[in-house]
């Protein structure tokens, strides 16, 4: 993957996760039953921040002065 290719990624992952986060939201404060459904995105939302964080990691290496 190019570093193009995968900035590209960073932003859609950026955009998912920001959408979950409206979508979370949304299920609180409707204060349904769905408890599962809320467990499940936060789920996802974790493992998308984990994703950003390595794509970030690799696209900006830490430089040892």
């Known amino acids: ?3 193009d290719e995968m900035r590209k990624r960073l932003a859609s992952l ?3 996760h920001r959408d979950l986060d409206i979508a ?3 299920l609180v ?3 349904g039953p769905d408890q599962l459904q809320v467990a499940r995105l936060k789920k996802r939302k974790l493992r998308l921040r ?4 390595q ?3 690799y696209l900006t290496p ?4």
């Open 14 to 16: 950026r955009v998912e």
């Open 62 to 65: 830490d430089i040892i002065a």
């Open 50 to 53: 984990d994703q950003i964080n």
């Open 1 to 3: 993957m190019t570093e």
């Open 29 to 31: 404060n409707t204060g």
């Open 24 to 26: 979370i939201e949304a």
């Open 55 to 57: 794509i970030e990691n």
